[in-house]
């Protein structure tokens, strides 16, 4: 004998606990009314497409109660919702709208309940809890059928199926007497079953089978349930929906077939037995049975019809109902000569009219819905005279009556009127809509108010009548212009009329419902790209951005958009300040969103980060000018983001590339940084932000330039390095980091092939300034001379500008001179010298004359100071430099001959000193 294969206890652990885990996380989710993780949806269809039935097993038997308890749980938190949007469907309430996954949340409820059920033979055979899971599961298959979720309808009809099929295996034989043990011909086990083929029926329907449908409602009329209290009234609702929708596709003889079950299914009980609603039921079904026989013009047909009325007026006493009369007058107008004295016979026959008000009234309404029947049944060339005639008709009972039809009477004109509108041309149907919205309808419910407004803003703008459809929608009730279809007309509406305000809030509106059903949001999207307010479809995808509901795909919504926007920089019916914020916004959506971006293949990713990181590029290199610097800093900083997560394999000259561009967005963002600095008051918090937000942005443009080959380091990115520089010496002034003052002035320094280094003298200067009131590191201030001492000669190789040479020399002369060793000094002093003398032999521009006395008469008092100090070394050396640079003044000796004569009493007084000191 073969072993037996080892059960696989892991993979059924798995799946069991898998699904309980799914479980409580949705109990959790209901019980706290949040909103439903996009997600949820799809792991839900696949843990009941997948993991159901659970195999009997040990695993499963363990888990008996926790799957039977979390089952009811979620049922009834589920239900409960469900009940209370129900109820507050005309206020569409926000808090959870999502009905179709409340009904598979429902679905997944009985399939643990189930699962609980048949997971030990002693409780699948329990009585008890096999009615209990029975009757759960043909709920759950009823409202999955309501909502036409077919495939789920049919997994939880399978498992219930089973039921069905215990019973036909218990039922015996042959019957003898009427014993019954418990086991089996349970009447309320005989109902569940009878309900589930009516089920089983409206479910092959619903799948356009109909041989299905017939075989179900032939085992339904085969149950000995099929008759109880509660089966016949459904039966007739499954009946009556089969033939009413076989009556929309004009298959007239099956509509006769099925309207007539449903009449049979309400006669096959006792009128007592019937519900509240047992009669509105009858009069609908009647309704469309007389209408259906009518169809057929047959002699027998017609008689049939008149049997079906007349059961409804001496049989079930609903002979005064205006609907029974619809059905009189039209068996009566079947025939081509229409027999006046019947119609008036019928009239008076059914207006028993006391003398009192109500009386009146009555036959009044009564009066009008026959008028109307007849006006709409009149052919469409006679339409404009019948309306006129019709309208007079209702502004006279109007002006004498002084009130409104009952709603009944409202309701029933309306229907015939309703009808008129559906097969008139244009014009007509307008005039039609009109006599919807007479006064006397004012009794109208919110919900037809708010169809016939809808149908008359739609009329009136297909024949572009804007003022009418505008006035349809303003006279409708407030809940139905908030509706979302209601707004979406208005949104088209105020499209056509270039209202920017009115579609602005109508999108509003409609976005607010777009968690539900975002259809019609994509709709306003289409109608403003095709309208002259082509921006509007930007808002309305950025409010679908904003929703994110089920379904959408993200990069592909995100594209879209920022196309659109991109397109729109080019048009002049918006300022690019104002388009720039939602360019930017989008940028950063997208930048946020990357992981949902990065779903897919690599070559996809690869081509969705280089299309964000190359627009991004371009928009930010094309508004740099344009824009306010913080919305181009944050573009910058989106694109950053997307270069960073491009993928490393794209190889070297491509990897170049990239960081080329990544080192010009830093540039550009530090630019704006400073730019937006300077534009906040002195020492203000913001402005301080500004500068520290400049620093960062230096040293990532400095991380990203040491990383790259020498072909990189061009004379454009020479220039930004150099500019760079400035902008971080500017920083470290603004925000005082006077520690970081060395290693700047030391890069300043390591830079070459600097075309405009006298950028640098003036922060410099004021560095300088600083940092010798603060007493700072010597080695800065020597670093600082250097650089100073650079910018100076560089400048006068290149530009041989001796004005701006002279400014600068005797401004660094006097900084060492007041806060140096003056060695510097006294170098500069040689320099002046030696550039007056060139300018002296006509080798260059003639040394500024004020800048020269200026440095050789403060030079000379140097000298001068030293002595008075007691200080002799270094006198000779000042002395001589001053004299040296007086030389070459143009003042025909007058400033070195005042100097000399100077020189000779400092002389004197230098030996006087020393004689003083000896004695």
Request: hydrophobic share 40%; net charge negative; glycine share 4%.
């Amino acid at each position: 004998m073969a072993p037996l294969k080892p059960v696989k206890k892991d993979a059924s652990e798995s799946r069991v606990q898998a699904v309980l885990d799914l479980a409580k996380k949705l109990l959790d989710i209901l019980k706290d009314r949040r909103p439903f993780p996009s997600s949820i949806e799809e792991e839900l269809g696949h843990a009941i497409k997948r993991s159901f039935p659970l195999q009997v097993s040990s695993a499963l038997a363990g888990q008996l109660s926790t799957l039977d308890t979390v089952g009811c749980d979620l049922w009834n938190a589920a239900t409960k919702i469900l009940r209370e949007d129900n109820h507050e469907q005309d206020q569409r309430s926000k808090r959870n709208e999502n009905v179709r996954l409340l009904i598979s949340l429902r679905s997944f409820a009985f399939l643990l309940i189930d699962s609980a059920h048949r997971s030990t033979s002693k409780r699948s055979k329990d009585q008890d809890q096999r009615l209990r899971n029975f009757r759960i599961g043909l709920k759950a298959s009823r409202s999955c059928l309501d909502k036409d979720e077919l495939e789920l309808a049919l997994k939880v009809l399978e498992r219930c199926a089973e039921h069905v099929s215990s019973v036909e295996e218990e039922s015996p034989l042959v019957r003898i007497g009427a014993r019954n043990d418990g086991q089996s011909g349970s009447p309320e086990l005989d109902t569940l079953t009878a309900e589930y083929y009516l089920l089983r029926m409206m479910h092959a329907w619903k799948s356009q089978r109909a041989d299905l449908a017939e075989h179900f409602f032939s085992k339904f009329s085969g149950c000995p349930a099929a008759d109880s209290a509660t089966l016949p009234e459904k039966a007739a609702q499954s009946c009556y929906e089969i033939g009413k929708a076989l009556s929309k596709k004009k298959v007239t003889e099956s509509t006769t077939k099925w309207l007539e079950r449903a009449l049979s299914a309400l006669d096959s009980c006792d009128i007592e037995q019937l519900g509240a609603e047992a009669a509105e039921l009858r009069l609908a079904i009647s309704a469309k049975f007389v209408e259906s026989l009518l169809a057929t013009h047959t002699t027998d047909s017609v008689k049939h019809a008149q049997t079906v009325v007349e059961s409804l007026d001496v049989t079930h006493g609903l002979g005064n109902r205006i609907a029974v009369q619809l059905m009189r007058l039209n068996i009566l107008l079947t025939n081509q000569q229409v027999d006046t004295e019947a119609v008036a016979n019928d009239h008076a026959s059914h207006s028993q009219a006391s003398g009192s008000r109500d009386g009146l009234q009555d036959w009044i309404e009564k009066a009008c819905v026959t008028y109307t029947h007849f006006a709409a049944s009149i052919s469409d060339a006679a339409y404009d005279h019948i309306i006129d005639r019709l309208g007079s008709v209702f502004d006279a009972v109007a002006k004498q009556s002084g009130t409104t039809f009952s709603p009944r009477a409202t309701h029933a004109i309306q229907a015939l009127i309703w009808k008129a509108v559906g097969i008139a041309e244009h014009g007509n149907a307008e005039a039609w809509c009109s006599l919807l919205r007479h006064s006397l309808f004012d009794s109208a419910g919110q919900v037809n108010k708010a169809r016939i407004g809808r149908k008359t803003m739609t009329m009136a703008m297909a024949m572009h009548d804007c003022h009418t459809a505008r006035e349809a929608f303003f006279q409708m009730p407030s809940a139905a212009q908030n509706d979302d279809t209601t707004r979406y007309l208005a949104f088209k509406l105020a499209l056509r009329s270039n209202d920017y305000s009115f579609a602005i809030e109508s999108l509003d509106v409609v976005a607010r419902h777009a968690d539900r059903d975002p259809t019609f949001l994509y709709a306003c999207v289409l109608e403003a790209q095709q309208s002259q307010m082509g921006h509007l479809a930007v808002a309305a995808l950025q409010a679908i951005l904003d929703k994110r509901p089920p379904g959408i795909h993200l990069p592909s919504l995100l594209r879209c958009t920022a196309r659109l926007l991109i397109g729109q920089l080019d048009t002049q019916d918006r300022s690019t300040e104002e388009s720039s914020e939602e360019v930017v916004s989008v940028f950063e959506n997208a930048a946020s969103n990357l992981q949902a971006l990065r779903k897919g293949s690599n070559e996809q990713w690869r081509a969705e980060i280089q299309w964000w990181s190359k627009n991004a590029y371009n928009v930010a290199l094309r508004l740099c000018d344009q824009v306010h610097p913080e919305h181009l800093i944050r573009l910058l900083s989106a694109c950053t983001h997307f270069i960073d997560a491009y993928p490393e394999d794209a190889g070297l000259m491509h990897g170049d590339n990239i960081k080329r561009r990544k080192a010009l967005c830093h540039f550009l963002a530090a630019t704006s940084l400073i730019a937006l600095g300077r534009s906040y008051e002195e020492g203000s918090e913001d402005g301080l932000q500004c500068y520290l937000r400049a620093r960062r942005e230096v040293g990532a443009f400095d991380s990203v330039y040491e990383t790259t080959g020498d072909h990189f380091r061009d004379k454009d990115a020479q220039r930004r390095t150099f500019e760079l520089r400035k902008f971080d010496l500017e920083c470290i002034l603004k925000l005082q980091q006077w520690k970081d003052v060395g290693s700047a002035l030391q890069a300043c320094l390591d830079l070459e092939e600097v075309d405009s280094w006298d950028a640098l003298v003036d922060v410099v200067l004021i560095i300088h300034q600083q940092t010798g009131v603060l007493r700072h590191d010597n080695e800065d201030n020597s670093r600082m001379m250097d650089l100073l001492n650079r910018i100076i000669n560089e400048t006068w190789r290149k530009h041989q500008d001796i004005v701006k040479a002279a400014r600068w020399l005797r401004l660094s002369f006097t900084v060492d001179l007041n806060d140096g060793d003056g060695k510097f000094a006294l170098k500069l002093l040689g320099q002046a010298a030696q550039m007056a003398k060139r300018g002296r032999d006509g080798k260059s521009d003639v040394f500024p004359e004020t800048e020269l006395m200026w440095i050789a008469t403060t030079a000379f008092n140097k000298s001068v100071d030293l002595l008075a100090l007691g200080v002799t070394e270094g006198c000779q050396s000042w002395i001589d430099g001053a004299l040296e640079l007086a030389r070459f003044a143009a003042d025909n000796g007058a400033l070195h001959a005042g100097l000399t004569y100077k020189k000779e009493l400092v002389v004197q007084r230098k030996k006087d000193t020393e004689t003083w000191k000896e004695e």
